[in-house]
Structures are given as structure tokens and as C-alpha cells.
């Protein structure tokens, strides 16, 4: 079963920058399209981006559009989450998922595979 592992959080300062990988534990064309949503305490689970197979196709939520950049390395089975420009309201619980087909898709349901989730808190 492939398992998908986060890294990459932190603390840091609004308007600083962290980059999130998440790493596949198997060959990537058992886990394809790759999205991050986000989880603050008392909220519901949110998109933040997601990526097709190829990288041609991202998606990204409004709040984070121009400030969050996704990226895919397929050899390394490894997708990224640049964050810059990043704002206390960025504070949660980011998790990566994936699922076995090509294309991306915003709505959690759609995947099958969770990480463990990786602390993002932005201090003001």
C-alpha cells in the first residue's frame, strides 16, 4: 500500500516562506494526481492544490492563489508546496493525498491516500 509522508513544517513569521514534500513510498504510477489541503483547529478540511499526473494541470484555492506554488517530481515520487508571502491565517494541519488516477481533482473525497498531516503555524 503506498504510504504518503509529509515534511517540511514549521514556525515561522507572516510573511515568510516554507516549502512542504511530500514523499510516495512506492513507484509514483500507483499514486498519480497529488493534492494539500489544510485543516485549521475547529474547521473543516480545505483544499489548497492539487496537480495531474503530467504537472500540466494545477489547481489552487482562492486564498492561496499567487502565494502557494505546487510541483510534482515524478522520478523522486515527490510532490511540493512552495509557501511564500504566509499569513497566521495559514496555520493549520497540512496533509497530502493522493489517488491512482491522472487527473486532479479539489474535492477531498476524490482521494484514497492520506499522509499523517505536518504542523504549519505562522506567528503574527
Known amino acids: 500500500q503506498v504510504q504518503l509522508v509529509e515534511s517540511g513544517g514549521g514556525l515561522v513569521q507572516a510573511g515568510g516562506s516554507l516549502r512542504l514534500s511530500c514523499a510516495a513510498s512506492?513507484?509514483?504510477?500507483?499514486?498519480?494526481?497529488m493534492g494539500w489541503f489544510r485543516q485549521a483547529p475547529g474547521k473543516e478540511r480545505e483544499f489548497v492544490a492539487a496537480i495531474s499526473w503530467s504537472g500540466s494541470t494545477t489547481y489552487y484555492a482562492d486564498s492561496v492563489k499567487g502565494r502557494f506554488t505546487i510541483t510534482r517530481d515524478n522520478p523522486k515520487n515527490t510532490v511540493y508546496l512552495q509557501m511564500n508571502s504566509l499569513q497566521p491565517e495559514d496555520t493549520a494541519v497540512y496533509y497530502c493525498a493522493g489517488e491512482r488516477t491522472a487527473a486532479a481533482h479539489t474535492d477531498p473525497t476524490w482521494y484514497t491516500r492520506w499522509g499523517q498531516g505536518t504542523q504549519v503555524t505562522v506567528s503574527s
Open positions: 512506492e513507484r509514483a504510477f500507483s499514486v498519480k494526481a
